[in-house]
């Protein structure tokens, strides 16, 4: 019988602030996306492919991938028989924190590289996942807070200094940030390119440049993106799937769904599950067709 492809999303109390995700994919092939906090991911199998802003990078097996807040990215596979792995989603507020402890640091650190060939940390993020699945929120949280400071003292750097603000050719970051702000408080009934050009004072063209270049997206992915993080946030709080896609502006469950998987990497109702019921042994969710 062929492999099917499996995921598990989850969290446990004992390690707040940190999302895991347990999977193993083959056709599936996540959109383009950011997170607001980071990525700590080890590959156990197969290739992954990802896809970032300056080319594609593969990570197999003993491989550890790194990303930081708001990179835009894709991932895929990388191999005919697609890959395996453990992630780690630690908010920017577990890293800084770890950061401040032991380094000099400060603020919201950045990783330096972003595919390493790094079997020992991979055996390490792939610790703390086999400890949480075993409720042991001790050895979990001592095993991420190592993990992560093996990382920052080898890889850390700080943030580099944003660009001034200002307008310009390019419509300036100030207003790509105002476009930002409007889509983010119109998710059901977004504003037109033309409107968010209008309400920002710059044109069309201009706003996209201005936008992808301060997100990494153009401002209808970035939307898209956006009310997947509310969706999870209202299925955390107990919302159904249906009500949760009408809410944040979806047509309907299913487009729902689809752009859940990509982005998150499981189905909404198999990720509201986990949350309902954190402290079950690890168990896969069969993925829908990514195609």
């Known amino acids: 019988m062929a492999p099917r492809e499996q995921a598990r999303h989850w969290e446990h109390p004992g390690l707040p602030g940190v999302d895991l995700l347990h999977a193993r994919y ?13 990525v700590v991911a080890a ?84 610790d703390v996942h086999r400890a949480a699945e075993h409720d042991n929120p001790l050895a979990a949280d001592t095993l991420l807070r190592l993990v992560l400071a093996r990382l920052l003292a080898r890889h850390g750097t700080a943030v580099a200094a944003a660009e001034p603000d200002g307008q310009g050719a390019g419509g300036g970051p100030r207003a790509a940030a105002q476009a930002r702000d ?38 209808h992915a970035w939307l898209t993106g956006e009310r997947v993080s509310a969706a999870r946030r209202l299925l955390d709080a107990g919302a159904s799937p249906a009500d949760t896609a009408a809410a944040v ?24 599950r986990e949350r309902k019921n954190v402290q079950d042994l690890p168990r896969a969710a069969a993925l829908p067709s990514a195609g």
């Open 182 to 219: 409007l889509l983010a408080a119109s998710l059901v009934e977004p504003p037109s390119l033309e409107q968010l050009a209008a309400e920002t004072g710059v044109s069309p063209f201009a706003l996209l440049r201005s936008f992808k270049k301060a997100y990494g997206l153009p401002p």
């Open 26 to 38: 083959i056709r599936h092939t996540f959109s383009r996306h950011a997170h607001d906090g980071y």
């Open 249 to 272: 502006g979806f047509t309907d469950q299913p487009h729902l769904n689809r752009h859940f998987s990509r982005i998150v990497g499981v189905p909404p109702g198999a990720y509201q």
């Open 43 to 126: 590959v156990t199998s197969g290739v992954e492919a990802v896809g970032l802003p300056g080319g594609d990078r593969h990570a197999g097996a003993g491989g550890v991938v790194l990303l930081n807040p708001e990179t835009p990215h894709t991932a895929y596979a990388g191999s005919e028989d697609g890959w395996s792995y453990r992630v780690l989603y630690p908010a920017r507020s577990v890293v800084a924190s770890v950061a401040a402890e032991t380094s000099a640091l400060r603020g919201t650190p950045a990783f330096s590289a972003t595919v390493l060939d790094d079997p020992a940390t991979a055996r390490m993020i792939a």
